[in-house]
């Protein structure tokens, strides 16, 4: 039956002239992983599997073809027909790489020729820092947590160590930090991280983290200021057991700053937390109420008090988060989708950086506004539960809804000359089409 079957595709090969076209691991499908896939899908990382053999990756042909048809891998879940499309750190498959897979999985996922397989990637080591490489240098302030022990078992886990930081003696400008969980068990247990520094000065929360988002780098011109002088590093750590326990747990955060003296343009709050739910300094969220099998839909605005480009868009969630967009209401009452995560997948905190010449201007008095959609359904396949009812809390298991969103504020004068810029640009271009 079987080598009927391969016989009659064979003749038909021949006899149509495919033969030549067929897809194949070595030529077609092996640049495609190496390219989007092997950062994370190599031995010892946080990922399942190896993508870098044939075997293993032939192994995997049917999930492979599913998780990429889906768009869930590789991770970026930002609805491809709505809002802005430039982005930073785009991460995502064409439509001609998404079909290649397709087609080689449904060919049986055949190896071709090993002489045409591209050269190994060369990947940085799974400890290494990911900025290191585009800034040619590595972080040039290091700040870490102190150690904390994850069980193997158990619920979420809160660390909230403060640590006394011997201040530097000039006031420096970051341009980008990196938060580095440890490799690789810090890499599966730490959910999200925040640290901020505390001097007499004032808070600084410089550094967020996600699993799935690591780093922020701020435009050319814009940075965030770092005092001088001594302080102390307030961590908050929200640790979630998989099975393996983590001992002596730490975080890293890198820093890497503008040259010494220089001061950029603008001063930027990196990402800000924007509340979808009505926390807003209450013991819980009182508007998060989901029921069995059920759905809920929520909506948090926020006013725009002064003139501001729009860096990045991070939606978080929990278990229970389908999606969430990100609307600008602008003064005039045009309304414009900026940005909608339609595919949210708790394990994964992507933040969305939008390319600089699309990151939104919000004239002031514009209104952000954010819908998020929780499904507590069974079809929701990351609910551990879809029997109970779910309320707000910090918990994996509860629910909450926040927006953190990159913002700089502009002076009006910045503001405008950058609208103007951007107009003339846009003008220039359809001139261009046009002759
Ligand atoms: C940023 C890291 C990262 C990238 C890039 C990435 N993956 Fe993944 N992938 C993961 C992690 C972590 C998991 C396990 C958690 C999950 O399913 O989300 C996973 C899960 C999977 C699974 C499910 C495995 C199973 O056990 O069922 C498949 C299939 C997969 N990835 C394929 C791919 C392919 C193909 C690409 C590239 C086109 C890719 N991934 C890119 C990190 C990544």
């Known amino acids: 039956m079987m080598k009927l079957g391969v016989a009659l595709l064979a003749a038909t090969a021949a006899t149509t002239g495919l033969e030549a076209q067929q897809v194949t691991f070595a030529r077609d499908v092996a640049p495609i992983f190496f390219e989007n896939c092997v950062e994370c899908h190599r031995t010892n990382s946080f990922a399942p599997m190896s993508l870098l053999d044939y075997q293993t990756a032939r192994r995997y042909a049917q999930r492979i073809k599913s998780r990429v048809e889906q ?16 982005f930073e ?3 995502s498959l064409s439509d001609a790489e998404i079909e290649t897979i397709v087609q ?17 990637p ?17 972080p040039d302030l290091i700040v870490r947590s102190s150690p904390y022990d994850v069980i193997a078992n158990g619920q979420d886990q809160w660390w909230g160590p403060s640590i006394p930081f011997e201040g530097l003696a000039e006031e420096r400008w970051i341009s980008a930090y990196e938060f580095k969980p440890s490799f690789p068990l810090g890499l599966n247990v730490v959910h999200h991280g925040h640290a901020t520094l505390r001097t007499p000065d004032g808070p600084v929360a410089f550094a967020h983290y996600g699993v799935g988002k690591r780093w922020e780098t701020f435009p050319q011109d814009i940075g965030m200021r770092w005092p001088a002088g001594e302080g102390e590093v307030e961590w908050n750590l929200h640790y979630f057991p998989v099975g393996t326990a983590a001992p002596q747990d730490v975080v890293e ?13 603008l001063e930027t709050r990196g990402e800000v937390l924007l509340r ?5 300094g209450m013991p819980r969220g009182g508007d998060i109420l989901i029921p069995p099998g059920g759905q809920q839909v929520i909506q948090g605005v926020h006013v725009i008090d002064e003139p501001t480009l729009v860096n990045s868009f ?16 602008y003064p005039d009452g045009r309304r414009e989708v900026l940005s909608k995560v339609g595919n949210y997948k708790h394990n994964w905190q992507i933040s969305y950086q939008f390319a600089p010449e699309a990151k939104p201007l919000l004239p002031r008095g514009s209104v952000l506004l954010f819908t998020s959609v929780f499904d507590n359904s069974a079809a929701n396949p990351l609910n551990p539960d879809p029997e109970q009812w779910v309320v707000f809390g910090r918990r994996g298991v509860d629910e909450m809804s926040h927006a953190w969103v990159g913002i700089t504020e502009l002076d009006q004068e910045d503001f405008d000359r950058r609208v103007a810029e951007r107009q003339a640009k846009l003008v220039s271009q359809l001139d261009g089409n046009g002759r």
């Open 71 to 86: 768009r869930l891998m590789p991770p970026w879940h930002v609805d491809q027909t709505v809002g802005i499309q430039q």
């Open 89 to 91: 750190n785009e991460a």
């Open 104 to 120: 080689w999985v449904d060919a049986g996922a055949p190896e071709g020729n090993p002489a045409d397989l591209p050269p190994l």
């Open 122 to 138: 060369r990947l940085a080591e799974g400890d290494a820092w990911e900025l290191e490489e585009a800034f040619g240098r590595p």
């Open 253 to 265: 955060v890198g820093l890497w700053f503008y040259p010494e003296g220089q001061e950029p343009e």
């Open 276 to 280: 979808v739910d009505r926390m807003g």
């Open 314 to 329: 991070r939606p978080h969630m929990h278990m229970r988060g389908k999606e969430m967009s990100m609307e600008a209401i």
